[in-house]
């Protein structure tokens, strides 16, 4: 009996995993970023860094994975755990010990055909960075 009720509870485990990453997928570029750090002056080598870097988000049900790309640094992932989803849009944070990460995307352009609006941000005790995003759906 054991046995049987491990099956269930591990088979539903990998069944919801495997409809959870049937998610849309994004591609998306930095239309603006902004920095406002707490000291001195952001340089314009690190903003213009920052406006080319290239992000790929995969939604879950549960969770956006965000894999940001960049020709200064390695590709890097971020998972936000959906707080809120709406008619409007979804807002998500990021679990971080340094800083509060969040992730807010519009649900109202995707109904339309439009470019799809989404935002990150990033807030530490150094500063605040944030990327307005430009996505297409690609799925």
Same mark, same amino acid.
């Not at 849009?89 to 109202?108: E, K, Q, T, V, Y």
């Given at each position: 009996?054991? /046995?049987?009720? +491990?099956?269930?509870?591990?088979?539903?485990? +990998?069944? *919801? *995993?495997? =409809?959870?990453?049937?998610?849309?997928?994004?591609?998306?570029? &930095? *239309?603006?970023? &902004?920095?406002? $750090? @707490? @000291?001195?002056?952001?340089?314009? @080598? /690190?903003?213009?860094?920052?406006?080319?870097?290239? /992000?790929?988000?995969?939604?879950?049900?549960?969770?956006?994975? &965000?894999?940001?790309? #960049?020709?200064?640094?390695? $590709? /890097?992932?971020?998972?936000?755990?959906?707080?809120?989803?709406?008619?409007?849009?979804?807002?998500?944070?990021?679990?971080? *010990?340094? #800083?509060?990460? #969040?992730?807010?995307?519009?649900?109202?352009?995707?109904?339309?055909?439009? $470019?799809?609006?989404?935002? =990150? #941000?990033?807030?530490?005790?150094?500063?605040?960075?944030?990327? +307005?995003?430009?996505?297409?759906?690609?799925?």
């Amino acid at each position: 009996m054991k /046995f049987i009720v +491990f099956g269930i509870l591990t088979g539903s485990l +990998f069944t *919801s *995993s495997a =409809m959870a990453a049937d998610g849309d997928i994004l591609k998306c570029s &930095v *239309s603006n970023f &902004v920095s406002t $750090p @707490h @000291h001195g002056k952001v340089e314009q @080598h /690190f903003i213009e860094m920052n406006k080319q870097k290239t /992000f790929d988000i995969f939604e879950t049900k549960d969770e956006f994975i &965000v894999v940001g790309k #960049s020709k200064e640094i390695e $590709p /890097f992932t971020n998972k936000y755990k959906i707080l809120r989803d709406g008619t409007l849009g979804a807002f998500a944070i990021a679990d971080s *010990s340094i #800083s509060l990460n #969040s992730f807010a995307i519009s649900r109202s352009s995707a109904k339309n055909d439009k $470019p799809i609006n989404a935002n =990150m #941000s990033l807030q530490s005790s150094y500063g605040i960075n944030s990327w +307005f995003l430009t996505c297409v759906k690609i799925n």
